[in-house]
């Protein structure tokens, strides 16, 4: 079974900055990123990067928010930039590996870390 665990929640004053980060146990992952679940939505995506480096971002979080992966590991970093209000909510740290057929996507999530925006 594969674990993450994600680090570097908190609280920060609008404009402010924050680094997530997540470590997953167990063979590389084909794709792993970030999704958040804010007051009164669903949980939503944020960003994903693949194995080979290849990242997506939500339009919400374009040009704030940068996704990385340390090569050849399941390591990633959410470096969140200018935050806002609407930034608030818990973000999950996600994996992903792909399958056969029958099974093509196996999806495993950490426990979640609360970020808040508020002055």
């Known amino acids: 079974q594969v674990q993450l665990m994600e680090s570097g929640g908190g609280l920060v004053q609008p404009g402010g900055s924050l680094r997530l980060s997540c470590a997953a146990s167990g063979r590389i992952l084909n794709v792993m990123g970030w999704f958040r679940q804010t007051p009164g939505k669903g949980r939503e995506l944020v960003a994903t990067v693949t194995s080979r480096g290849y990242t997506n971002y939500a339009a919400a979080v374009l040009g704030r928010f940068t996704i990385s992966r340390d090569s050849g590991s399941n390591m990633i970093y959410l470096q969140m930039n200018n935050l806002r209000s609407e930034d608030t909510g818990v973000y999950y740290c996600?994996?992903?590996?792909?399958?056969?057929?029958?099974?093509?996507?196996?999806?495993?999530w950490g426990q979640g870390t609360q970020v808040t925006v508020s002055s």
């Open positions: 996600n994996g992903q590996r792909f399958g056969p057929v029958e099974n093509p996507v196996t999806n495993f």
